[in-house]
Nanobody, 118 residues
Framework: QVRLVESGGGLVQAGESLRLSCTAS????????MGWYRQPPGKQREFVAH???????VYADSVKDRFTISRDNAKNTVNLEMNSLKPEDTAVYYC????????????WGQGTQVTVSS
């Protein structure tokens, strides 16, 4: 089992920045990648970004050039630096872990709320 705990959400104004963090514990060796998803109010969960154990990154087009995902392997932590935030970035943000065996996002955090006011 892998446990993921997010932190760093909050309320900001448009144009401001926010940093989310996710710390993993448990069977860390089973993780192939860690990522962030978000669920805007009344919408389905959507992909934001992910980073592999080797540092390769992928971003959704909607956040490219504004968000940066990074990882600290020593702390088993993944960060999401969000700049130039827009009201449409308002959502519950979830950390997720992709496992090596299933190649699926098998583990999820509890979510953290990000609200961007206009």
């Amino acid at each position: 089992q892998v446990r993921l705990v997010e932190s760093g959400g909050g309320l900001v104004q448009a144009g401001e920045s926010l940093r989310l963090s996710c710390t993993a514990s448990g069977r860390i060796y089973s993780i192939a990648a860690m990522g962030w998803y978000r669920q805007p109010p009344g919408k389905q969960r959507e992909f934001v970004a992910h980073i592999t154990t080797t540092g390769s990154t992928v971003y959704a087009d909607s956040v490219k050039d504004r968000f940066t995902i990074s990882r600290d392997n020593a702390k088993n932590t993944v960060n999401l630096e969000m700049n130039s935030l827009k009201p449409e970035d308002t959502a519950v943000y979830y950390c997720a872990a992709l496992t090596r065996d299933t190649r699926k996002w098998d583990y999820w955090g509890q979510g953290t709320q990000v609200t961007v006011s206009s």
